[in-house]
């Protein structure tokens, strides 16, 4: 009598379930992006006392804001997606390298794609105060400042805020 060797064998919907899941955990952790706008407030800043001083814009300079903290959903989501795919490929040991290669670059990648993401066009504005002090200030270009213009500056509490009048 001889023993039969049972395989395990994965289903490809359990797998493409899986790779979904970590998708959609991806995109959620990616939505809570901390914001550099003049216009957003947390939920510790609001109702805080803050110093407003008056000034004049000097001179206004693009820049890009990147957010360093990475949350590794973007590796992770890309990972498993990678890994998906390459265990759709070919059989036997071709499909463990495959699988194995796809997870790499689909980490890799996704790692890539996070990183663009956490990317926010900003400005970076330089105020003469009104008591002649000068004070240079980064922050998201959702709002438009040009040089010339008088502006409020916030501060105290959490970030500095340049503020049109």
Avoid: F, H, W
């Avoid at 956490?118 to 105020?127: A, F, H, M, R, S």
């Avoid at 400042?145 to 502006?151: F, L, Y």
């Amino acid at each position: 009598m001889t023993a039969r060797v049972q395989r395990k064998s994965y289903r490809p919907g359990r797998l493409i379930a899986v790779a979904a899941l970590v998708g959609a955990m991806g995109v959620i952790a990616g939505c809570a992006n901390p914001s550099a706008s003049s216009s957003v407030y947390n939920y510790d800043q609001a109702q805080r006392e803050q110093i407003v001083r008056y000034g004049t814009v000097v001179a206004v300079r693009n820049v890009v804001i990147q957010n360093d903290k990475s949350s590794g959903a973007g590796m992770i989501a890309g990972g498993a997606l990678g890994g998906v795919a390459g265990n759709a490929i070919g059989g036997g040991s071709g499909r463990a390298i495959a699988t194995v290669g796809g997870a790499i670059l689909g980490g890799l990648l996704g790692n890539t794609v996070e990183n663009q993401v956490n990317k926010t066009q900003g400005l970076e504005i330089e105020v003469r105060l009104d008591n002649g002090e000068t004070r240079v200030i980064a922050q998201a270009a959702d709002v438009p400042i040009s040089a010339g213009q008088r502006v409020r500056v916030l501060s105290g509490n959490g970030p500095t805020r340049v503020v049109p009048m």
